[in-house]
C-alpha cells in the first residue's frame, strides 16, 4: 500500500508542476490526457470558463478493458475529430503528470494524426 500512496503522491507533485506552467484558453484549450489499468480518457479544457470543450474515450470505441498503444491512438484520433469539428486546432498538451511514453505518446501522435497542433 505505502507503494502505490508513494506513486500517485510522485505523480501528483508532478501534475501540479505541469499545472503552474500551462493553462487553456478558449482559443487554445488545454488536452489532458487521462489513463487508468483499463481506459485511456482526453478532454479539451477551458479553464477560463472552466468548461470541458469535448472529451473521448476507449470506452465510446467499444474496449472493455486493457487498453493498447493501437486503442489510445484511436482516442487521440477521435478527440482530434471531435475537436475539429467544433474549431479547435490548436491546443495545449498536458500529459497529468503521466511519462510521455507509451499510450500516452501514441495518444498524443493521434491526435496530431488527426488534425490538432501542438
Known sequence: MAIKNAV??????IKRGIRKKISGTPERPRLSVFKSNTAIYGQ?????NAQTLTSASSRELGAKKNVNVEKAREVGKKLAEKAIANGITNVVFDRNG???????????EGAREGGLKF
Not at 44 to 48: S, Y
Open 8 to 13: 500517485l503522491a510522485r505523480r501528483l507533485r
Open 44 to 48: 479539451l479544457i477551458d479553464d477560463k
Open 98 to 108: 503521466f511519462i510521455y511514453h507509451g499510450k500516452v505518446k501514441a495518444f498524443a
